[in-house]
């Protein structure tokens, strides 16, 4: 039996935890992408996980169903898939492709902290709001497979094991090696672009005190109560312990990405003076040229003319005596 299964879900849910484990568990190959232009689907592996972030339309969902995909979507606890998202946009700077920037994008996050203004306005915002309904377009589908997060994390050979139930047969020994090979902590090495951050169910109440969390779970009801989720914050966590924790659990990855945007400034200066510096040269080769064809240009008016009209014309036209 042929597996094919795309992992189709909000990004920063536990995507691509996801596909490692069903790759390796069906010993098959994965690929993650923004979209598949229509030659790109002929052209994909007759056994593999595919990733994306799409919203469910009728005919993305026939797509898939003619070339043999099964769906799979995951959820995770909103106020956690926030703060993933706000820690990985440090780090990657292609979010602007999830959905191709419906709802706007990340940029407003940069440099953020989980109780600021800038990262309420976004959790609460069309952005977050067009990528918390992915998941929700296919979790109510007929057909599709879903998991939440926390259940994955909690016992994630069982969970597994009722994905597989459906997908097929592991081709693996034991689900638990599945398991064992793709933890957090190994995976973490593989990526560099944030991918495998905390990991950790709850995360949040240590980031967002009350006010926010309850700010944010107001403008997005359905977030929580369609996956069983409640909005439950920390009532002592303090504003300076919050900004306390995410410095500490974020400050490697707010080091880098203000490393990386110096660089990027450096390079950027360093262009724009050797352009400068190039435009200059060619302005003085310009010139000397200019200075070059006057002279020439007087000497000839000297020699076929007399010489005091020759004199005159030159200090008339080239401002030479």
């Not at 898939?81 to 419906?102: E, K, M, P, R």
């Not at 009801?221 to 303090?238: A, E, I, K, M, V």
């Not at 900004?243 to 990027?264: E, K």
Request: overall charge neutral.
């Amino acid at each position: 039996m042929a597996i094919r299964t795309a992992i189709v879900s909000t990004p920063r849910s536990g995507n691509t935890w996801l596909r490692h484990l069903l790759a390796t568990t069906y010993g098959i190959p994965s690929l993650a992408v923004h979209e598949l232009a229509e030659p790109e689907w002929a052209d994909l592996p007759a056994e593999c996980v595919l990733q994306l972030h799409w919203r469910r339309k009728a005919s993305f969902a026939q797509r898939l169903s003619d070339a043999g995909f099964r769906v799979i979507t995951i959820a995770r606890h909103p106020l956690d898939t926030l703060i993933s998202i706000l820690q990985y946009a440090l780090i990657d700077g292609d979010t602007h492709h999830w959905l191709h920037g419906a709802g706007g994008d990340e940029s407003s996050l940069f440099g953020a902290m989980p109780r600021s203004r800038a990262f309420v306005k976004y959790a609460c915002g069309p952005r977050a709001a067009e990528l918390f309904t992915v998941t929700s377009d296919w979790w109510v589908q007929p057909g599709t497979l879903h998991v939440r997060y926390e259940d994955l994390t909690a016992d994630p050979v069982s969970a597994l094991s009722k994905l597989v139930g459906e997908l097929g047969p592991p081709r693996v020994e034991k689900l638990a090696d599945a398991v064992s090979r793709n933890t957090i902590d190994r995976l973490r090495p593989t990526a560099s672009n944030g991918h495998f951050w905390q990991g950790k169910p709850g995360l949040w109440k240590q980031l967002i005190p009350a006010v926010e969390a309850h700010e944010i779970a107001a403008a997005i009801p359905d977030s929580f109560s369609r996956y069983g989720y409640t909005c439950d914050p920390d009532p002592n966590l303090t504003a300076d312990a919050a900004d306390a924790t995410w410095v500490r659990l974020a400050g490697p990855g707010i080091r880098t990405a203000i490393a990386r945007a110096s660089a990027q400034q450096r390079e950027q200066v360093e262009r724009a003076v050797a352009d400068a510096q190039s435009a200059e040269m060619r302005a003085e080769r310009a010139e000397a040229e200019l200075v070059r064809l006057r002279a020439e240009l007087a000497d000839v008016a000297l020699r076929r003319l007399p010489s005091r009209v020759g004199r005159a014309v030159r200090t008339k036209l080239f401002g030479m005596k």
